[in-house]
């Protein structure tokens, strides 16, 4: 098949779905495929283009089979709406352009609408092209939960441009099962919908040792370290680790390493400031390359969630925690993320904006070093056996090879 795949974040992007488009795309070429991504340039999370993505508008590129066209957009401060809009409208008027030059049978398209509308538009509804359109969080419902989205001309907008693309696509790929009661409300039938967990580059992500050179790097080896790795955006709700930090301060040997950017960092660290916390590490946005040391160097790894955003989505990092081999400490309140973490036996789970229950976590992880280490093995075996990028890629083929039938 010509497999068109759009979406706005492709590795070596930081974005989480970055990685998942990369291997997606390199798994379905070898299964014998051609396959075209359309993304922007690499700017997330800070919102800055590299210096060496600033050379035209519209390249094209040959990576591991796969012919990837980015589409350059401005270099903007994420932390503003208005901002991130004018990057997302830069990039469909880039990825409706290019798209005019390709071949293709099918299409992923990847949401939210509000930054692939115009091109599903023109080459989705205008040129009949099946498409498998691919849910990563449902909106606008997760943007209201975080306060992004507060007008009601603006949730109505973005609510018609979603609705628009569920009902002319021919199948829609949920990554989580809440999504399906997300959903309800827009009347899809069943038959329509089709879940695809998320996938991690077992390969890529082993368990390593403890101690190993990001470890030392940052002199962690002598520590018993709880880490959070990823964005410190308005999802996460971190605010609770730094309490957790306060009380477990005069605790010889604890630390708090948090690694990652966004628009929640400066906060986070003035927070910490505040708090005179001698026992918590920021440390910057690590490349992917490094990403298997980074969780080596944690003894628990932390999935937060503010309350309510658990509903939306399963975090891409849950599934590279399980691929470290290392047990998840998850802060969130019941939902299909603490009972993916049960199932695997992978860790524990405590309530969002309660330190103390995460100090208590924190302990019964440290003084059970074997319970710990059990539980990271266990989740290691459950990736590997449900959320490899192979099954994935086969798992979308079939959707594929289904609506270009049905097409014909």
Not at 38 to 59: D, K
Not at 279 to 293: D, G, I, K, S
Request: hydrophobic fraction near 45%; aromatic fraction near 8%; charge should be positive.
């Amino acid at each position: 098949m010509q497999i068109l795949v759009m979406a706005l974040l492709y590795a070596p992007d930081g974005g989480p779905s970055a990685p998942l488009y990369q291997m997606l795309c390199e798994q379905l070429t070898q299964l014998g495929h051609e396959v075209t991504m359309i993304a922007a340039v690499p700017h997330y999370p800070s919102g800055t283009v590299p210096p060496a993505f600033r050379r035209g508008w519209i390249t094209t590129t040959h990576e591991n089979g796969v012919q990837v066209i980015r589409v350059r957009v401005p270099s903007v401060n994420r932390s503003r709406l208005g901002w991130r809009l004018l990057q997302f409208g830069v990039y469909q008027l880039g990825a409706a352009a290019a798209a005019w030059g390709c071949r293709f049978e099918v299409a992923i398209i990847g949401n939210p609408a509000l930054e692939v509308f115009l091109p599903f538009l023109i080459h989705i509804f205008l040129r009949r092209k099946p498409a498998l359109y691919s849910i990563h969080d449902v909106y606008p419902e997760v943007g209201v939960q975080l306060g992004v989205f507060r007008k009601r001309w603006t949730i109505g907008l973005v609510a018609m441009l979603e609705r628009f693309c569920y009902r002319h696509s021919r199948l829609i790929r949920l990554s989580s099962p809440d999504f399906e009661k997300a959903l309800s409300k827009v009347a899809l039938p069943p038959q329509k919908l089709t879940l695809i967990y998320d996938w991690v580059d077992t390969d890529h992500i082993q368990p390593m040792p403890r101690r190993n050179a990001f470890s030392a790097e940052h002199g962690l080896d002598d520590s018993w370290v709880m880490l959070y790795a990823g964005n410190m955006g308005l999802s996460q709700g971190l605010e609770t680790l730094l309490e957790a930090a306060a009380l477990l301060q005069n605790e010889p040997g604890f630390r708090l390493v948090l690694v990652g950017e966004g628009t929640g960092r400066e906060s986070l660290q003035a927070r910490a400031a505040e708090l005179n916390l001698s026992n918590v590490t920021f440390l910057p946005f690590q490349p992917r390359a490094r990403l298997p040391e980074v969780l080596a160097s944690g003894d628990a790894l932390v999935v937060s969630l503010k309350p309510g955003v658990e509903m939306a989505s399963i975090p891409s990092k849950t599934w590279s925690i399980l691929a470290a081999g290392r047990p998840i400490v998850a802060i969130m309140d019941r939902g299909v993320l603490a009972s993916l973490i049960t199932k695997a036996g992978a860790g524990l789970q405590v309530p969002p904006g309660d330190p103390m229950a995460l100090v208590k976590a924190a302990r019964a992880l440290r003084a059970d070093p074997e319970s710990a280490a059990r539980q990271g093995a266990q989740g290691r075996a459950y990736v590997e056996t449900h959320h490899t990028p192979q099954g994935a890629a086969r798992a979308f083929e079939r959707c594929l090879l289904r609506i270009r039938e049905d097409n014909r």
